[in-house]
């Protein structure tokens, strides 16, 4: 079963920048797309960026113009550089796999605060 192994959340002060890494166990059939999605406490869990095999790119517009998505196709992996951190960017971050089947990280905490 594939894992995903995610690192680099912590606590950072707003205005800040942190960089998300996710890696796959092994190589995942049929993958067509990699991402992030967040889920603040009390809330929904959200699309943060996600990346086709193509390069095309989706960002939720809280996020657009302070995060960016990179991939490497050929490890499998996915990182997700945020600059200029909030307070409203607190929340849990899941790595996401899309192939055949969803396929999601154990999460890892980003808290932004003074």
């Known amino acids: 079963q594939v894992q995903l192994v995610e690192s680099g959340g912590g606590l950072v002060q707003p205005g800040g920048s942190l960089r998300l890494s996710c890696a796959a166990s092994r190589r995942i059939f049929a993958l067509n797309a990699m991402g992030w999605f967040r889920q603040a406490p009390g809330k929904q869990r959200e699309l943060v960026a996600i990346?086709?095999?193509?390069?095309?790119?989706n960002y939720a517009d809280s996020v657009k113009g302070r995060f960016t998505i990179s991939r490497d196709n050929a490890e499998n992996t996915v990182a997700l550089q945020m600059n200029s951190l909030q307070p409203e960017d607190t929340a849990v971050y899941y790595c996401y796999v899309r192939g055949i089947n969803s396929i999601w990280g154990q999460g890892t905490q980003v808290t932004v605060s003074s």
């Open positions: 990346m086709t095999n193509g390069g095309s790119t």
